[in-house]
């Protein structure tokens, strides 16, 4: 059985007063418990808008995760790139490169790698999206905000976790850099 109830009547008394009306008709006596419950719209928004915000942290934290992962990866390629490509660092700043031209030089190689990391993500993501939402038969919205954001993040993560790399290959020392196999 269902009950509607407009919005406006003070909800604590109309569910206190349905309450006593099932009683009755179901002949439940005093000091027994229910056989059946009352909810109402207020109860099951604010139930759904909790759940909504714990998935929200959750996915937050998983999102962060993944971007330390993705930003460890950047600096592991690129100390890897600075350790092979150390002879031509010291041929470089020996025929007059300076260390500045040598760091924005391996900052630009981490944003172009993380750039298209981001990139792929944001494909990946919404044809992922758009998949799910058609096989649930739901509208997909595309929000060109959040998806900004995202790309924006990715490049940052790429120019913060290669920025030690693109120190290490501008301190070198262009005489045993040279000297290096």
């Given amino acids: 059985m269902m009950i509607s109830v407009r919005e406006g009547a003070s909800t604590d008394r109309v569910v206190r007063d349905v309450t006593d009306l099932l009683r009755e008709q179901r002949g439940i006596r005093a000091g027994e418990d229910d056989d059946f ?94 998949a799910l939402a058609r096989a649930m038969g739901m509208p997909f919205i595309f929000d060109p905000q959040i998806n900004l954001v995202a790309f924006a993040f990715s490049a940052l993560v790429g120019v913060v976790f290669g920025y030690a790399p693109a120190r290490r290959a501008a301190q070198l020392d262009p005489i045993e850099a040279l000297r290096f196999e």
């Fill in 37 to 130: 419950s009352v909810l109402y719209t207020k109860e099951i928004a604010n139930a759904l808008s909790s759940t909504t915000e714990i998935l929200t942290l959750l996915l937050g934290e998983v999102a962060a995760v993944s971007l330390l992962v993705g930003g460890i990866g950047i600096m592991n390629i690129m100390m890897v790139s600075v350790t092979e490509r150390t002879r031509e660092i010291g041929i470089r700043m020996s025929i007059g490169a300076l260390p500045g031209e040598v760091l924005l030089q391996f900052l630009v190689e981490a944003f172009a790698l993380s750039v298209i990391g981001g990139l792929v993500g944001l494909v990946l993501a919404f044809g992922g999206s758009f």
